[in-house]
């Protein structure tokens, strides 16, 4: 079962049953319980207002929908709750980028791989179809499941037409983010990115600020090269963000960002997401220095 299915599971069950959350009902307060991301904590959210037992209040923030009002058809059933010590698809997902990094085609070893993290080889193909799916790992007939090798060369050939594609989302998408629907999502993600002042703390990235410049750009063929070609790359620019420099280093570059877009400054908005899409990567950017290269 994906991340957000279980989170959806356990926040349903216990809503329905009229019994206390493990956390706030907020997207900051699930992911922190869960010690997840925020992404499958928005989208679990997302489905449970749709199933109609939560909804938004006008100041924007989440209450339980009364019971009596629930559909009669629609009940959750009682799962383990979410693993935090234990997710397959997170652990197997950073070791198939760790070998991505090494820059070597290597296969993947079914039985080991399913006896290492304690799930059989049916779970494991469905993860492994998944990461295919998202471009990290392919299917060779009769060979098995071959890692993709990384290339410094490709990933700088993929940041220079980034770059064209999300400035020109930002171009279409001037007059949306003069709304003030907009600028709300704006301060949101802005919130949503966050640098603890204690020392040793936690940092938090949000990086949908790209997919709303998309969003609100509306043009379909932007949507399909990023569909097509940017999913092995936000795999490894989430994996690159648990360095805690670059992930502090991030989340100002994107305060900076979202404060020029907020004061309609567009050419400086333009300079800075231009800058954090090409400086934003040191550790991928120095890979003689990993551990995960042979140099």
């Known amino acids: 079962m994906k991340l957000s299915a279980q989170i959806k599971q356990e926040i349903g069950s216990r809503l329905e049953r009229l019994e206390d959350l493990p956390a706030p009902l907020t997207v900051e307060g699930l992911s922190k319980h869960y010690g997840v991301s925020y992404t499958p904590v928005r989208k679990a959210i997302s489905e449970l207002i749709e199933d ?6 006008n100041n924007g923030r989440l209450e339980q929908v009364p019971l009596r009002t629930i559909p009669k058809t629609y009940r959750y059933t009682i799962t383990q709750g979410v693993r935090k010590e234990h997710d397959p698809l997170r652990t197997i997902t950073r070791e198939l980028v760790k070998l991505s990094l090494s820059g ?5 070893r079914e039985e080991q791989t399913a006896q290492k993290h304690g799930i059989n080889r049916s779970t494991l193909r469905q993860i492994l179809q998944r990461l295919a799916g998202e471009g990290l790992i392919s299917h060779i007939p009769r060979r098995g499941w071959q890692v ?3 290339r410094q060369e490709d990933l700088q050939a993929f940041i220079e037409i980034r ?6 989302a930002l171009d279409l998408g001037k007059a949306k983010l003069s709304t003030t629907e907009a600028k709300k999502e704006l301060v949101r993600i802005r919130k949503s990115n966050q640098s603890p002042i204690e020392q040793g703390g936690a940092v938090s990235i949000d990086n949908s600020l790209h997919q709303y410049l998309l969003k609100l750009a ?3 063929y932007l949507n399909d090269f990023f569909d097509r070609h ?5 795999i490894l620019f989430d994996w690159e963000g648990e360095d805690r420099k670059a992930a502090t ?6 305060h900076g960002i979202i404060d020029a877009l907020l004061d309609e400054n567009w050419p400086l908005a333009k300079k800075r997401l231009s800058y954090h899409l090409h400086e934003n990567h040191p550790v991928l950017s120095n890979l003689k220095y990993s551990k995960y290269t042979n140099s």
């Open 230 to 234: 940017g999913k092995y790359y936000s």
């Open 52 to 57: 109609g037992l939560i909804r938004k209040k």
């Open 104 to 108: 070597k085609a290597l296969f993947v």
């Open 148 to 150: 993709k090798p990384f």
């Open 218 to 220: 509306n043009n379909p």
């Open 249 to 254: 280093e991030a989340v100002a570059q994107h």
């Open 163 to 168: 770059e064209v594609m999300e400035l020109k």
